[in-house]
């Protein structure tokens, strides 16, 4: 089974995000990129897939910053072949751009699955996957949590609110969104990324010229106007806790501390 | 581009969903708003789920033995065909494993501007605006669409719309013969060692927590206050804590009356599980995360070190 898994690079959450000068959105230049964890976990699930099936596993990236390191990884963990697609991204890229570039990228590739994130934080246009899988014209199943090798094709399972899971038979070409892996992403070391590094040379190739718009313009970015906000604890973690033992007695929450 | 306002229909076993009546909520106003109809699509394979309940003016029911069980091709294409049919100004479809799964595809397929993730939605004249939480709901992303929009909703945004008699509408299935794809079976969680839902007290860990090793902390803080320890999405997938004590969109929504998160950064499907909490206190190193803002009380010190600290002067208080 051939199967490809795009990777995006995505802000890393934990840093302060700053926006750009007209508002529309973040400062992508001092900021610190990371691969969406999602497609991390549907890295792992193409290659555990490969482990049973047999096939290949190609990621793709588009040339977001630090998408080097990513595919590196990716080869270090086990992927086949690494593939960059080049051009001018540093704004950002929609999810409807994305899934366009892919899909040309793809029109030139054989390929059974692809498996990617389920969501990213920046898709607000929408999930490439599925955008991805329509202008494929091929099926697509979301939010899978297992992916298995099923009469030629694969077996998904999909998961639900409150954790209903549905299986699903794809016999065809299809997309899948991954929202969990059977197992926790596997661990590379920096070595083997630096082995790949030298073994391994990524194979680039210029992005498609598309014209994906979205229909939609984001006028500003701004941080959520909550009507409330926590009142925060001063004081090192034996105060904090002093604090919250004495809100918690005074709720009666705790029959014995009342 | 005509003014009616649709709204994709979930339903299980003759049952709608919740996030249904939200969205009918709030397709009754944007109909008002543009002097269309509220139609709600129901695809089925004969049950007409629901459908004379639906607060809605038109229900459209599709019927196809494709459309017995979610089939995420099926849905799209039947959907894609009644949007090219009708073309409404508005689609609105819940933020859900079904939303996800339609709305992309609908955009693809029709070429009608998607805003993912709204929890809220007007028409200023002829724009629909539209309010996005993206970058784990650090961020609102206010988007506007000029054309035709089609809008995936986070749950509990809108307000249900109840009691109804829709004109309902028989519509021809077309194109979604010869799929690709086949349900072969619907599983239900398995019974868990612990119920979150019916618990008073939750010690809740996020991936702030640091490693499963540390989930230890949590849990003896748990046992000291008599309650249990739950978590979110990561750290079930990660395979810390059992599936069965997740909050949130694909967990369980839960409104203990005290609930501590631990290292939990706050993502909107986290929110949706908790939000409701009688008192939450939220430990968290990062300052903007949006934990805080649901939370009632909080504190930026080292989880590693608050967690026994407090664990210790409660275990103090009832000796």
């Known amino acids: 089974m051939q199967i490809i898994v795009p990777m995006q690079q995505t802000v890393d959450l934990v840093e302060e995000l700053e926006l750009n000068d007209d508002g529309t959105g973040v400062e992508r230049e001092y900021l610190k990129f990371v691969a969406n964890e999602w497609d991390e976990q549907a890295l792992e699930e193409a290659l555990l897939l490969k482990e049973a099936a047999g096939g290949s596993v190609t990621v793709v990236g588009i040339d977001e910053t630090d998408v080097d390191g990513t595919l590196f990884s990716a080869l270090a963990k086990g992927a086949d072949r690494a593939v960059k697609l080049t051009g001018d991204f540093e704004n950002g890229i929609s999810s409807h751009q994305r899934a366009a570039i892919l899909a040309a990228w793809l029109g030139t590739q054989e390929f059974d699955l692809v498996m990617v994130g389920v969501q990213s934080p920046e898709d607000l246009d929408g999930q490439t996957g599925v955008i991805l899988a329509n202008l494929l014209d091929t099926a697509h199943v979301s939010v899978a949590i297992g992916v298995e090798p099923h009469e030629g094709g694969v077996k998904v399972r999909q998961e639900f609110g409150g954790g209903t899971v549905h299986e699903l038979a794809l016999s065809g070409r299809a997309v899948v969104g991954v929202q ?4 926790a992403p596997r661990y590379v070391s ?7 590094m030298q073994d391994s040379p990524l194979e680039t190739l210029p992005a498609a010229d598309v014209d994906a718009p979205t229909g939609t313009t984001v006028r500003r970015l701004y941080a959520p106007e909550s009507s409330s906000h926590a009142e925060m604890l001063e004081g090192d973690a034996d105060a904090v806790a002093a604090r919250i033992l004495e809100i918690v007695r005074e709720r009666g929450i705790v029959k014995e501390l009342s | 581009m005509g003014s009616d306002v649709f709204t994709l229909v979930e339903h299980v076993g003759g049952t709608v969903d919740d996030s249904t009546h939200e969205l009918l909520g709030k397709a009754r106003e944007l109909a008002t708003a543009t002097g269309g109809r509220s139609v709600a699509c129901l695809l089925h394979s004969g049950a007409r789920a629901g459908a004379d309940g639906l607060a809605a003016d038109v229900v459209l029911s599709v019927e196809h033995p494709a459309l017995e069980h979610f089939l995420p091709e099926a849905y799209v294409k039947a959907l894609a065909a009644l949007v090219a ?19 992309g595809g609908l955009s693809a397929r029709t070429g009608n501007g998607l805003v993912a993730y709204c929890n809220a939605i007007t028409l200023e004249g002829d724009t629909l605006v539209a309010i996005s939480q993206v970058f784990g709901g650090k961020l609102n992303a206010e ?18 719309a109840t009691g ?24 239900e969680p398995e019974a868990s060692d612990v119920d979150i839902t019916a618990e008073d007290i939750l010690v809740s860990v996020g991936r702030g927590i640091g490693g499963a090793d540390n989930i230890e902390f949590a849990q003896e803080l748990a046992d000291a206050l008599g309650g249990v320890v739950s978590g979110s999405r990561p750290v079930t997938d990660a395979g810390w804590l059992s599936k069965t004590r997740q909050v949130g969109k694909s967990g369980q929504k839960v409104k203990p009356k005290l609930y501590i998160a631990c290292g939990i950064s706050g993502a909107p499907e986290h929110l ?22 649901v939370a009632h009380f909080g504190t930026t010190e080292d989880v590693l070190d608050v967690l026994p600290a407090l664990t210790e002067q409660i275990e103090a208080a009832v000796a």
């Not at chain 2, 049919?85 to 709305?103: F, I, K, Q, W, Y």
């Not at chain 2, 939000?275 to 803002?293: G, R």
Request: proline share 5%.
């Open chain 1, 190 to 196: 920096i070595s083997r990324v630096r082995a790949a």
């Open chain 2, 143 to 160: 988007v506007a669409v000029e054309g035709p929009a089609i809008c995936s909703v986070v749950s509990g945004s809108f307000a249900p």
């Open chain 1, 180 to 183: 969990a892996a059977t197992a």
């Open chain 2, 164 to 187: 109804g008699s829709p004109d309902i509408q028989d519509v021809t299935a077309s194109g979604i013969d010869n799929l690709t794809t086949t349900f072969l079976a619907r599983i």
């Open chain 2, 85 to 103: 049919d009708h073309e409404p100004r508005v689609v609105l479809v819940a933020n859900s494993t079904v939303g996800m799964d339609v709305a």
């Open chain 2, 272 to 293: 949706e599980g908790m939000s409701d909490a009688e008192l939450i206190i939220a430990i968290n190193s990062d300052a903007n995360a949006p934990i805080f803002d």
